[in-house]
Structures are given as structure tokens and as C-alpha cells.
């Protein structure tokens, strides 16, 4: 069976516009939940006492620091899954659309 340049390249092109599509899934599907929650941990360690990251700090009457609440923002399990899936189909894109490069650049190189 031979397969003619001209329908070689057009199996190239449908590959292109299906992978940018795939690739621009984050654009097209917006995450639309919410993106971060607060971790809150009640009298932490000491070590894991930093008032730059948000931890709150109190003085007792007598002068003595006492942590009260470590809260950090952290991403949602529905935001990771949507990283996940966004990513999955940009790597499936991408490889569509080198695909479909390869194919209609293997289409230029068949003669008639």
C-alpha cells in the first residue's frame, strides 16, 4: 500500500492540532476550586518554629515565647490531581506534535 506525500502530510497536521490542543489543556480546562488551604499544627516542635513562614509566636507575662499555632500554606489534593492531569495530557501533546512534525517531514522526503 502506498501512501501518497500529500495524505502523509495531512495525517502530520491532524497530529499537530490534536497535540496543541493536548499542550493548551491548562489553558483550555482552568483549575476552578481552590488552589491552597492553610495546614494549621497546634504547639509544634521547637525546631519547626519559623515566624518568616507565617508561624505565630506569643509572649506569656513573664517574657517566655510560647508558640500558639504553625499554620503554612499548602496546595489542595483537587489542585494536585489537576497538576497532575494537566501535565499528563501536555506530555501526550507533545509527543503528538513531534509525531506530526516527524510525519510531515517525512512526507517532504518521499518523491512521486
Do not use: H
Not at 58 to 81: H, Q, W
Not at 85 to 105: A, D, H, S, V
Amino acid at each position: 500500500m502506498d501512501i501518497s506525500p500529500q495524505i502523509l502530510n495531512i495525517i502530520g497536521l491532524v497530529f499537530d492540532m490534536i497535540g496543541a490542543w493536548l499542550v493548551a489543556s491548562e489553558v483550555t480546562n482552568k483549575f476552578s476550586d481552590k488552589k491552597y488551604e492553610k495546614n494549621v499544627i497546634e504547639n509544634p516542635k521547637e525546631e519547626e518554629i519559623n515566624e518568616k513562614d507565617g508561624d505565630v509566636v506569643m509572649s506569656d507575662l513573664a517574657g517566655n515565647n510560647s508558640i500558639v499555632t504553625k499554620a503554612r500554606t499548602i496546595e489542595t489534593k483537587a489542585y494536585k490531581k489537576w497538576q497532575k492531569y494537566t501535565y499528563k495530557y501536555m506530555q501526550i501533546g507533545l509527543g503528538c506534535l513531534t509525531f506530526g512534525f516527524l510525519l510531515q517531514i517525512l512526507s517532504n522526503c518521499i518523491s512521486l
